[in-house]
C-alpha cells in the first residue's frame, strides 16, 4: 500500500500560480505512475497530469498544457505540480494518486489517492 499527503494548495487571483506537492510513503518501490487529478463538485474526477516514476515521461490534459509542469523527485519520493497561468476554471480539489500499472488519466486505474487539496482562483 502506497500512502499519499498533498500540500500547497489555497487561493490565488487569476494569473497566479501555487506549486502542490505530494509526498509518497510505504510500498513507494511499486509505483508505475503518479498523477495529478481534480474535481468539482457535481462533476467527475479529471486528469490533469502524470508523470511515469521510472521514466519521467510526462502527460497533460490539453486545459493545463503549457501552464503546468509535473515533476517528481525519486529520491524523496515526492511529486509536485506547478501551477502558472492560473484560471478561476482550475478551482477544484486537487487529488494526488498513485499507480502500479494501468492507463495514466484514467482515476479508476488508480489505486492510492491522497485526501486532496483545495486550489481556488479568483477573477
Known amino acids: 500500500q502506497v500512502q499519499l499527503v498533498e500540500s500547497g494548495g489555497g487561493l490565488v487571483q487569476a494569473g497566479g500560480s501555487l506549486r502542490l506537492s505530494c509526498a509518497a510513503s510505504g510500498r513507494t518501490f511499486s509505483i508505475y505512475v503518479m498523477g495529478w487529478f481534480r474535481q468539482v463538485p457535481g462533476k467527475e474526477r479529471e486528469f490533469v497530469a502524470a508523470?511515469?516514476?521510472?521514466?519521467?515521461?510526462?502527460y497533460y490534459a490539453d486545459s493545463v498544457k503549457g501552464r503546468f509542469t509535473i515533476s517528481r523527485d525519486n529520491a524523496k519520493n515526492t511529486v509536485s505540480l506547478q501551477m502558472n497561468s492560473l484560471k478561476p476554471e482550475d478551482t477544484a480539489v486537487y487529488y494526488c494518486a498513485a499507480t502500479r500499472g494501468g492507463r495514466y488519466d484514467q482515476p479508476a486505474d488508480f489505486g492510492s489517492w491522497g485526501q486532496g487539496t483545495q486550489v481556488t482562483v479568483s477573477s
Open positions: 508523470i511515469y516514476w521510472s521514466s519521467s515521461s510526462t
